[in-house]
Every structure is written in structure tokens, then in C-alpha cells.
């Protein structure tokens, strides 16, 4: 799971000139090999998803094992040019061991023979240097060595961070979302703030944000707003000598609202991939929920959420406000309206939103903004049709007014359109709206793309339906 970040707040980071390294393995070259550049012509180069291995490993025993763990990077091709290809290279084999213990990288880089075939050689140490900056160590031997000089590093950063919550987990490959089962291992929820402990950590992170955040951008760490909450698990024999692992880690920053509070907003959100469907997401946004109340946040927002991370916080407040009180009788009553009419029979769209003072109860006693009350709020009186099935007719009209006022909007049939002119200033965003009177024509014009946009209705209808019934059946034993 993840969330992007792409705010204002969250540019790039200025940070001081330091000397990388960058580590490459001894090139294999063959030199009865005849270029395949110089017979076939252009170069047609290699993507970089093709030829490139990224393993995420714990122990130097792991580094070169078959069955090391190997991440799924979301884009690799971004990296290199801009086409997304690496030209120059024949037999190109490029193969990464990133350290889960301290999150150093060793680059292993092999290939046959080089040739610039029309489009140069590309820059290979540049490219990984990119991603993996002042974490890229040169040599394989140091890599190695870091296993054991710096198998603390998590511990240090422990150490000097506030616990904000320690819990058991069951830590089984499972989609539950119950976490109060089994106790094989403690988890610890830690807050790191301060802009050089905060900077010091996610300069380690970074690689792991661009590589399994899809569209992230790394946060500003020069920002004091900026804090990092990690989860990590502590073994019971770590007297023994092992170290703490981290699991995953979210970063969110806080910003001024009006006249007098604060609002926070969840930036990024990680659990690294050996880890994820094991319920450790959903205890860092548990714990930032309880961070929200207990420090009387005005409200928590999440910004650009995956879907899989949306998911798991609509579980997590649909749990919240089943059992919150000041909402169920304003609840109950509109289940029971939805039950009693029969919407296909209503001239005028009909909406079953909360009313305001529902939505403010919601943000102040549990910090949920108004955006996501609204999504649980469908969840909830899907709940309460019971059974479901009877009353489903009248639930899809419901979700479909909804979709139709926010897609299209209330005034989309009075008669607006939209053309493009160009002008001295920019062509590319020269359009005018204006209202046709001749409303008969305008219709008769844009039946083809009122059928389409009909169609993706649709689609966006079922699409809300199943999340809707997804996220019940996690919240809903009798419906498991």
C-alpha cells in the first residue's frame, strides 16, 4: 500500500553535495563477440523493467540465494532516458541487493560488450545513482560488511523516537483486518520528528518510495512539519542479538487551519513488501488516528491514496462509526427510508447524504474529514439493508445519483458547451463555455458521446458497488 505526495510541501529535498558511490561488479566482456549494432543498424535498446533485479534482503547470507525476495518496482523505465530504455549494451544484466537492515544497495552489473548503435551508451551509474544516491555502496564486500556494522540502525532510530503504541499482531499472510488474534512477535509504533532525525531516516528511505510508491515524489526534509511514524517488530530473542526489523513507515506533515488548529494529512505510507497483507498498514493508520484525537487535530486527510490503501482506512472507520453513537439514530433513519420508498418511482433524484451536524460530530470526535465521512456513509447504509438483496434496486440508485451529481453535475443538461479557439496567448488552452439556445440541436449533436459518457457511468457505478460490497464483507462477520 501506498499513498503519493506531490503537495507543495513536498518537493524534492535541497540537501548538501556529498560524494556517492556507486558500485558496479567486474563487466564480463567477450571479445569474439561481433556487434549486433553494426549488422541489424539502430539501436533498439532494452527496458529497464527487463533487465533489471531489485532483491530486498536481511542478512548477507541471502544476498546470491535463489530464493532471496525480489521487489516488484512499480517503474523502473522512468530512470533511464526518455524512452524508458537502456541503449548501448548487449546481454545487459543488472541485478540489486537492497539491504532491509540498514537500506544500503549494492549494484551487480553485467553484460557482454558495449556498442553505440545510433543513440549513444547510456550512463548506467548515473541512472542507479537516481534511485539509490548515497545508499549505493562500491564494493560487494562492504555491502556484505554493513550486515553486521550496522545491524542497530533501526534499533538507534528506536531508541530515540517516542512509542506511541505497542501491540501484538499475528504477522500470517492473511487480507484480515482483525489484529487482536495470536501473539508471535511485538510490534512497536514509533514517532521520529526534529528536521535531522526525520532528514537522517528518510534519506534511507527514499529508494524504497520511488521504487514501490507509484507517482511519489520524496517529501522536503529541510520542512519542520514533516514527521515519520515507523512500525517495527521486536523479536522476543533480540537479546540474542537480534535487532528490531522495520516493517514499514508513513510520513505525514502537519499544516495551519483556520483560525486556531492544525489539520494533518498522511503523505506516504509504506509497508515494505515482505510484509504487507499482515495487518501492519492498518496499525499505522490506527495509530495515526489516535494521534488526530488525542492531540485534537482539526481533521486527518490522506493524500492521493492507492486504492489498497483506501480500502483499508474505509475499513478502519466503517469499524470506528458503527459504533459511534451521536450518528445511528440519523442512521437508522434514513435505512429506513431507503427501505419504505421505492426510488424508480420518484420524478426528482433523491439523496440520502448525513445531514451537517452529523458530518461535524463525525470530524470532531473522531477527526474523519467530510470526504471520507461521505464514503463510509454508503458503506453504512449498505449495512443496514438487511437483507441487501431485497433492497439493492433502490441502494444503485442511490450510488448513481450521487456519481451523476459529482461526475456531471447539476446543470448538465441546460444546454453548456465547450469549444476551443485559438488565440496569441496559448493554443493549447484557449476554450470558451457558453449556453446554446438552441438546446434541441446541442442534444441532437452529442447523442454518440451522451452514450458513451452513459456507458462510463456505468462503469463507475459498478466499480462503486463492488468496494461498497468488498469493504462490508470486511466489516460484517455475517458476511465473511
Given at each position: 500500500m501506498g499513498a503519493k505526495n506531490q503537495s507543495s510541501a513536498s518537493a524534492s529535498a535541497t540537501e548538501p553535495k556529498k560524494r556517492r558511490r556507486v558500485g558496479f561488479s567486474?563487466?564480463?566482456?567477450?571479445?569474439?563477440?561481433?556487434?549486433?549494432?553494426?549488422?541489424?543498424?539502430?539501436?533498439?535498446?532494452?527496458?529497464?523493467?527487463?533487465?533489471?533485479?531489485?532483491?530486498?534482503?536481511?542478512s548477507k547470507e541471502e544476498v546470491d540465494a535463489p530464493d532471496s525476495c525480489c521487489i516488484q518496482p512499480v517503474d523502473l523505465n522512468h530512470f533511464f532516458e526518455e524512452d524508458g530504455k537502456i541503449y548501448g549494451y548487449q546481454g545487459l544484466k543488472?541485478?540489486?541487493?537492497?539491504?532491509?537492515?540498514?537500506?544500503?544497495?549494492?549494484?551487480?552489473?553485467?553484460?557482454?560488450?558495449?556498442?553505440?548503435?545510433?543513440?549513444?551508451i547510456?550512463?548506467?551509474?548515473?541512472?542507479?545513482q537516481s534511485i539509490f544516491a548515497e545508499n549505493l555502496v562500491e564494493k560487494k564486500e562492504d555491502f556484505l560488511e554493513t550486515?553486521?556494522?550496522?545491524?542497530?540502525?533501526?534499533?538507534?532510530?528506536?531508541?530515540?523516537?517516542?512509542?506511541?503504541?505497542?501491540?501484538?499482531?499475528?504477522?500470517?499472510?492473511?487480507?484480515?483486518?482483525?489484529?487482536?488474534?495470536?501473539?508471535?512477535?511485538?510490534?512497536?509504533?514509533?514517532?521520529?520528528?526534529?528536521?535531522?532525525?526525520?532528514?537522517?531516516?528518510?534519506?534511507?528511505?527514499?529508494?524504497?518510495?520511488?521504487?514501490?510508491?507509484?507517482?511519489?515524489?520524496?517529501?522536503?526534509?529541510?520542512?519542520?512539519?514533516?514527521?515519520?511514524?515507523?512500525?517495527?517488530?521486536k523479536k522476543n530473542d533480540q537479546e540474542e542479538g537480534?535487532?528490531?526489523?522495520?516493517?514499514?513507515?508513513?510520513?505525514?506533515?502537519?499544516?495551519?487551519?483556520?483560525?486556531?488548529?492544525l489539520r494533518l494529512r498522511l503523505g506516504q505510507i509504506l509497508v515494505l513488501?515482505?510484509?504487507?497483507?499482515?495487518?501492519?498498514?492498518?496499525?499505522?493508520?490506527?495509530?495515526?488516528?489516535?494521534?488526530?484525537?488525542?492531540?485534537?487535530i482539526y481533521d486527518l486527510t490522506v493524500e492521493e491514496p492507492l486504492d489498497s490503501l483506501q480500502h483499508v482506512r474505509t475499513c478502519i472507520d466503517v469499524q470506528r462509526l458503527l459504533v459511534f453513537e451521536p450518528i445511528q439514530q440519523t442512521l437508522d433513519s434514513t435505512v429506513l427510508r431507503l427501505k419504505e420508498e421505492n426510488l424508480s418511482k420518484k420524478s426528482q433524484t433523491c439523496h440520502f447524504r448525513p445531514p451537517p451536524s452529523a458530518i461535524e460530530d463525525v470530524r470532531k470526535a473522531l477527526k474523519i474529514n467530510k470526504k471520507q465521512f461521505l464514503q463510509c456513509w454508503e458503506v453504512l447504509i449498505?449495512?443496514?439493508?438487511?437483507?441487501?438483496?431485497?433492497?439493492?434496486?433502490?441502494?444503485?440508485?442511490?450510488?448513481?445519483?450521487?456519481?451523476?451529481?459529482?461526475?456531471?453535475?447539476?446543470d448538465s443538461a441546460a444546454g453548456k458547451r465547450l469549444i476551443e479557439f485559438p488565440t496569441d496567448y496559448d493554443e493549447a488552452m484557449a476554450f470558451a463555455m457558453f449556453r446554446s439556445k438552441n438546446?434541441?440541436?446541442?442534444?441532437?449533436?452529442?447523442?454518440?458521446?451522451?452514450?458513451?459518457?452513459?456507458?462510463?457511468?456505468?462503469?463507475?457505478?459498478?466499480?462503486?458497488?463492488?468496494?461498497?460490497?468488498?469493504?462490508?464483507?470486511?466489516?460484517?462477520?455475517?458476511r465473511s
Open positions: 567486474k563487466i564480463a566482456l567477450s571479445l569474439t563477440t561481433l556487434s549486433l549494432f553494426n549488422r541489424l543498424g539502430a539501436d533498439p535498446g532494452v527496458e529497464a523493467n527487463a533487465c533489471i533485479k531489485i532483491y530486498l534482503v536481511s543488472i541485478t540489486v541487493w537492497l539491504s532491509s537492515i540498514s537500506f544500503h544497495a549494492y549494484a551487480d552489473i553485467a553484460f557482454e560488450s558495449t556498442s553505440d548503435g545510433g543513440k549513444g547510456t550512463d548506467l551509474k548515473s541512472a542507479i550486515f553486521s556494522t550496522e545491524c542497530d540502525y533501526v534499533q538507534s532510530i528506536v531508541l530515540k523516537a517516542e512509542i506511541l503504541q505497542q501491540k501484538a499482531i499475528n504477522g500470517h499472510n492473511s487480507d484480515s483486518i482483525d489484529l487482536s488474534k495470536t501473539y508471535c512477535s511485538d510490534v512497536e509504533v514509533v514517532r521520529v520528528v526534529g528536521t535531522m532525525p526525520v532528514g537522517h531516516l528518510y534519506s534511507r528511505l527514499i529508494p524504497l518510495v520511488l521504487l514501490l510508491v507509484d507517482g511519489s515524489n520524496p517529501i522536503d526534509i529541510t520542512d519542520p512539519g514533516w514527521e515519520i511514524l515507523i512500525i517495527v517488530q537480534n535487532p528490531p526489523i522495520l516493517l514499514g513507515f508513513a510520513a505525514m506533515y502537519r499544516f495551519y487551519h483556520y483560525p486556531d488548529s513488501p515482505p510484509y504487507q497483507h499482515k495487518g501492519y498498514g492498518r496499525c499505522l493508520l490506527e495509530v495515526l488516528n489516535n494521534v488526530a484525537i488525542s492531540e485534537n449498505y449495512l443496514g439493508l438487511d437483507p441487501v438483496d431485497k433492497y439493492m434496486e433502490n441502494f444503485r440508485t442511490v450510488i448513481s445519483n450521487r456519481i451523476r451529481d459529482d461526475v456531471i453535475g447539476k438546446v434541441e440541436a446541442s442534444v441532437i449533436e452529442s447523442e454518440e458521446s451522451q452514450a458513451e459518457q452513459e456507458q462510463q457511468l456505468k462503469q463507475l457505478i459498478d466499480e462503486r458497488m463492488k468496494q461498497i460490497e468488498s469493504i462490508a464483507q470486511k466489516v460484517s462477520p455475517q
